[in-house]
T-cell receptor, first 114, second 115 residues
Framework: AQKVTQAQTEISVVEKEDVTLDCVYE???????LFWYKQPPSGELVFLIR??????QNEISGRYSWNFQKSTSSFNFTITASQVVDSAVYFC???????????FGAGTRLAVHP | GAGVSQSPSNKVTEKGKDVELRCDPI?????LYWYRQSLGQGLEFLIY????????KSGLPSDRFSAERTGGSVSTLTIQRTQQEDSAVYLC?????????????FGPGTRLTVT
């Protein structure tokens, strides 16, 4: 069965700290895609990244980086030098070949304090 | 260009009434999805449209829920005889195609409150 687990419900950090959001997934398919979305207080889900199951290269985009490890079924997200504007709920999601939908984790609420 | 738009942004209705929620996908996107976000259930898939194919309705929670997509563009989600447990934010998303490679872009949602 498909499942996405984000064990951290809430994280609170002080500005400029680095923070890692964990994501563990389950799927029987060998072909699948993983996603991260950000939901700021305004409520709109914002796409951050897509990663396919055949590409385990880590990715960096500015202060954001993603670590994909198939051996541990994890797709973790790190924010370096966090800023107040990073405060949001972050969702990890999975989509595999058998389904038309995204399976979302429960989300991690990140609060960055000045 | 314009993103996914949804209307109304907020809807308050009395239990037992019908409601219609509208979604305008990004122009040129052939795939359209509806999700529901509630405190107890998180983000749940409801229904998926891809071009002229039969929709995937596997996520609809009951037969009170239905959706249609006219002309391959605008979609309407209808909830009949609303119940209090239908209170949630209803999110619409679209993608260029329905294949799993394509990311979904979400609208701002419609917050439905059933009193």
């Amino acid at each position: 069965a498909q499942k996405v687990t984000q064990a951290q419900t809430e994280i609170s950090v002080v500005e400029k700290e680095d923070v890692t959001l964990d994501c563990v997934y389950e799927t029987r398919d060998t072909t699948y895609y993983l996603f991260w979305y950000k939901q700021p207080p305004s409520g709109e889900l914002v796409f951050l990244i897509r990663r396919n199951s055949f590409d385990e290269q880590n990715e960096i985009s500015g202060r954001y980086s993603w670590n994909f490890q198939k051996s541990t079924s994890s797709f973790n997200f790190t924010i370096t030098a966090s800023q107040v504007v990073d405060s949001a709920v972050y969702f990890c999601a999975l989509r595999d070949g058998g389904y038309n939908k995204l399976i979302f984790g429960a989300g991690t609420r990140l609060a960055v304090h000045p | 260009g314009a993103g996914v738009s949804q209307s109304p942004s907020n809807k308050v209705t009395e239990k037992g009434k019908d409601v219609e929620l509208r979604c305008d996908p990004i122009s040129g996107h052939t795939a359209l999805y509806w999700y529901r976000q509630s405190l107890g259930q998180g983000l749940e898939f409801l229904i998926y449209f891809q071009g002229n194919s039969a929709p995937d309705k596997s996520g609809l929670p009951s037969d009170r829920f239905s959706a249609e997509r006219t002309g391959g563009s605008v979609s309407t989600l209808t909830i009949q005889r609303t119940q209090q447990e239908d209170s949630a934010v209803y999110l619409c998303a679209s993608s260029i195609r329905g294949f799993l490679t394509y990311e979904q872009y979400f609208g701002p949602g419609t917050r439905l409150t059933v009193t």
